[in-house]
């Protein structure tokens, strides 16, 4: 069994001091921790994985494609490999967990 804990990989990631933190990688996932505080901007561009977002804490609007809706603690987005779509509007800091199916990169 692989077990996580949130505030310990919230404190590996700030140490490496980026904003994502790959932590599990397997044969057809990976799964990371993505920060962005309040005011920040999102910089990703479209992935070749199809994505899972589960907002962990905080509050933002995430726009994928055309399609915006807002998002905070318990809400989960799709999103499919090669969409345009970034956090924005960020009003509380943001913490992500990321499923990439298969693995990123």
């Known amino acids: 069994m692989k077990a996580f804990r949130l505030d310990e990989l919230e404190v590996e990631r700030a140490e490496n001091q980026g904003a ?3 932590f599990l990688r397997e044969r057809n996932m990976s799964v990371g921790l993505y920060a962005l505080n309040a005011g920040e901007s999102d910089p990703q561009q479209p992935h070749n994985q199809d994505e899972v977002y ?3 804490s905080g509050r933002a609007a995430i726009t994928v494609g055309t399609e915006t809706t807002t998002v905070s603690r318990g ?3 799709y999103v499919s490999a090669g969409v345009p779509h970034r956090f924005h509007h960020i009003s509380e800091d943001l913490r992500v967990l990321v499923v990439f ?3 990123e990169g």
Do not use: I
């Open 54 to 56: 589960f907002v962990a």
């Open 20 to 22: 994502y933190l790959q």
């Open 75 to 77: 809400s989960v987005v």
């Open 101 to 103: 199916s298969p693995p």
